[in-house]
């Protein structure tokens, strides 16, 4: 029975490649990628964060300002017909009650109005965390920071809907 050749190794073969130390790889992987530490925002400097529901995609931008909010360049309550879908939107400021210190300026597309009020929402709550870190636990607790995972589910081939069987007739 046959038996397998083993590589031949040579005093120049590990002298070439020498085998490096486990530990001295690892503190050297340390030193090239510091660990990301949380720095705050510059007063004259805006933060922008993303924030998404269902299809809808927010691009928020918050800075110091007096409270202006514009989406997509109007006011909230021009692109949001109804203002409850518009308080959606500016919530977390609201709660914070720090609506009067900052502007904030959101790009959004895609989904309904509801879905992208949301999106800004998230957006909104990202942004504010990284300014001041104080504020995050009260923007957990209120739901703010979590995004909503629910999806529309596919249509699957052979059915009207995702789920929706074509009608059954007997005759």
């Known amino acids: 029975m046959p038996t397998k050749k083993e590589p031949k190794t040579t005093a120049a073969h590990a002298t070439a490649h020498p085998v490096a130390h486990p530990a001295a790889h690892a503190t050297a992987h340390v030193a090239a ?3 990301r530490e949380h720095k705050p925002a510059k007063d004259n ?4 964060a993303v924030g998404r529901r269902k299809t809808a995609i927010a691009r928020v931008r918050v800075m110091n300002g007096t409270g202006k909010v514009s989406v997509n360049g109007k006011e909230p309550s021009q692109y949001f017909v109804m203002p409850r879908i518009a308080a959606v939107a500016t919530a977390p400021l609201d709660d914070l009650k720090i609506k009067a210190n900052f502007d904030v300026s959101a790009k959004v597309q895609g989904g309904g109005i509801h879905a992208q009020a949301e999106a800004i929402r998230l957006g909104i709550s990202r942004a504010i965390v990284e ?7 009260r923007l957990r607790v ?9 999806m529309v589910e596919r249509k699957k081939y052979g059915l009207k809907k995702a789920r929706r069987r074509p009608q059954w007739a007997k005759r």
């Open 142 to 150: 209120s739901g703010y920071l979590t995004r909503d995972p629910r």
């Open 45 to 48: 400097h805006y933060i922008e």
């Open 131 to 137: 300014k001041n870190i104080a504020w995050k636990k």
């Open 33 to 35: 990628h510091p660990a």
